[in-house]
């Protein structure tokens, strides 16, 4: 990526205008960061909107209801309205909140979230960087999440919002352990954590059979025990216990209004996006797909559509896992976590090594065709 900005400002920019030689470099990199971030952020403030009109759309349906119908083609501009509203609304800040953490929590949240969105692969060459630890970076980042739900549930001077923010660290940081065993899993298998590498570890002739989801059995479960993990890291039901309207009036974010209280929204929204592309990247090939040559222009632009495509299929899922299951208690939350996904997470990376250690890394698919055709 650094190679390919000193290429645009020596050739496009300093050839044409040599005045512009004069500009120190980091003051280019500012302001290619600044436009990268700038379309990204429009990007996931899209994706974030329209997930929450498809969501209401959904639930509407499996509750033999209509959902947001008025505003626009079957209310899909409802979005824009309620986030037009929500930034008019007077921001009320309760007397007996601690003031500078109650405010900063929501964009840490935001910062959280939005930061991951930095390293994933969209297609062969569209992405904003590509780092060689890019799975790590996501985990890392999106762990600031926890602290922004933290800092807002204590800040606020609610009980209600005290034990929401409790639930969600002990919720979150307990389930990045089986999250992060099966992520590690998947960087054993394709022997890099970069996310553009991992997609790229999973081309071959096998076509959609080369995808980590069929390397082997162990990759198989692995991706339901990711999954799970990455339901209850982003508070979605039946993991929605940080904000039980039935237990916490509306837990962490109950002292919140106007656009701070839209914040923690945008950022489940946002989140439900990320975790589609995540598992895709990991399991299901990323951008790869048929006709997708990243060596043509249209082969890009077909990626990029796959990617996409990838990533909307699991929010239709999460959304559809919302509006079918109850919401679990909180000892089973726990003991789903320690009890069953860490083994099972053990169990996968440990397999996956065995099967590397014997069979090398011939995925499943691979080494049935080889045995059917006598090695």
């Known amino acids: 990526m650094k190679q390919t900005i000193d290429i645009v400002i020596n050739q496009y920019l300093i050839a044409k205008w040599p005045v512009l030689s004069k500009v120190p470099m980091w003051a280019y990199y500012l302001l290619w ?23 209401r759309r959904v639930a509407g349906r499996m509750q033999s209801r209509i959902g947001p119908n008025r505003v626009g083609p079957i209310g899909f501009f409802q979005w824009i309205a309620d986030g037009l509203k929500c930034l008019f609304k007077e ?7 601690d003031w500078p953490l109650f405010r900063f929590a929501p964009y840490l949240v935001f910062i959280g979230m939005f930061g ?22 996501i985990m890392a980042i999106t762990s600031l999440v926890v602290i922004g739900i933290l800092m807002g549930g204590w800040a606020s001077g609610n009980k209600w919002s005290l034990f929401g923010a409790i639930r969600s660290s002990a919720q979150i940081v307990s389930y990045e352990v089986p999250a992060g065993l099966a992520v590690t899993t998947m960087i054993l298998v394709s022997g890099t954590m970069s996310m553009q590498g991992m997609v790229k570890a999973q081309t071959g002739p096998l076509g959609i059979f080369g995808w980590n989801i069929f ?10 025990v990711y999954f799970i993990a ?3 890291e982003g ?18 974010n109950t002292e919140y209004s106007g656009m701070r209280f839209v914040f923690f929204f945008f950022a489940e929204w946002a989140n439900m996006f990320l975790i589609g592309a995540v598992s895709a990247t990991l399991f299901f090939g990323g951008w790869q797909g048929p006709f997708a040559n990243p060596d043509t222009w249209w082969g890009v632009t077909i990626g990029g559509a796959y990617f996409f495509g990838k990533a909307c299929f699991f929010i239709f899922v999460l959304i559809w896992i919302r509006w079918t299951l109850p919401r679990l208690r909180v000892d089973q939350l726990m003991a789903m976590c320690w009890k069953y996904l860490v083994p099972i997470g053990f169990v996968c990376l440990i397999g996956s090594l065995l099967w590397m250690s014997i069979f090398g890394n011939r995925i499943f698919f691979g080494l049935i065709s080889a045995v059917a055709t006598g090695m």
């Open 116 to 137: 991951a969105w930095a390293v994933l692969p969209y297609s062969a060459r569209i992405y904003a960087a590509d780092l060689n630890v890019g799975i790590l970076y």
């Open 91 to 97: 921001d009320v800040t309760p007397t007996n909140v």
């Open 235 to 252: 508070n979605r039901t039946p993991f929605d216990l940080p904000e039980a309207e039935s237990e916490l009036v509306a837990g962490y």
């Open 230 to 232: 990455a339901i209850a």
């Open 215 to 224: 390397n082997n059995p162990f990759t198989c479960i692995a991706f339901f």
């Open 33 to 55: 960061m600044l436009i990268i971030g700038a379309i990204i952020l429009g990007v996931a403030s899209l994706i974030a909107g329209i997930a929450s009109w498809v969501e």
